[in-house]
Structures are given as C-alpha cells and as structure tokens.
C-alpha cells in the first residue's frame, strides 16, 4: 500500500525556518517525482518544490531562494527546508509522489500527480 507521511508542520515565527519531511514507502522502487504542494483556504493548491529521484529540482518562484528540497534515497524521505519564512507561506503542506515521468512543463500541475499525503500545516505568525 502506498502511503506518504508528512511530518514536521509546527508554527514559527516570521523570518524563522522549519524542515518538514515526507516518507514515502509501498512503491517498488523510488517514484520519478516527489515535492511539496501548498494549500490555503479558499485557493487551489500550489506547487512548492519538485525533485526527481535522480535529484533533478524545480522550485516555484515563491520558493527560490529560501526553499531547498532535497532527498534521502536510502530512507525514501523527501525533505523541504524553509527558510525565512513569511506569513504568506502559511497553509498545509502535501506531500506528492508520481511513479512515472512528467513532461516538464508538468511538473506544477496539481493533476499530474497520482498520490498525496495527508499534509502537514505550517504557520507564519508573530
């Protein structure tokens, strides 16, 4: 069973940073694409952070520059480090996971993704 567990969700303040994990596990081998995507009341979900399981990334234009992702191969883990976090980035944080290829102009289409965690809530707040 495929199953995408998201943890590290907590409330910090403005300028402050957080590391959320996703663990992945139930694909027979690592799926092509994992990241993040972000949901706020009221908006569509967002694309955050995407890596292949070579270690390829995108990162939306919001993220760059503050946002890392990276991977644990061995322990099917994908992280995404904030840093100076904002208010604006507030909202609930899903792990996503696609075990096939995503032509790259895809790759922040919500719909291309076939599995999603439960997410994991993250708020900017002074």
């Known amino acids: 069973q495929v199953r995408l567990r998201e943890s590290g969700g907590d409330s910090v303040q403005p300028g402050g940073s957080l590391r959320i994990s996703c663990e992945v596990s139930g694909f027979a081998e690592r799926p092509v694409w994992t990241g993040w995507f972000r949901q706020v009341p009221g908006k569509e979900r967002e694309a955050v952070a995407i890596?292949?399981?070579?270690?390829?990334?995108a990162s939306s234009d919001s993220a760059k520059g503050r946002f890392a992702i990276s991977q644990d191969v061995a322990k099917s883990t994908t992280f995404l480090q904030m840093n100076n976090l904002k208010p604006d980035d507030s909202g609930v944080y899903f792990c996503?996971?696609?075990?096939?290829?995503?032509?790259?102009?895809?790759?922040?289409?919500?719909?291309?993704?076939?599995?999603w965690g439960q997410g994991t809530q993250v708020t900017v707040s002074s």
């Open positions: 996503v996971a696609n075990p096939s290829r995503i032509p790259a102009e895809g790759l922040f289409d919500s719909t291309r993704y076939t599995y």
């Open positions: 890596i292949s399981r070579h270690g390829a990334t």
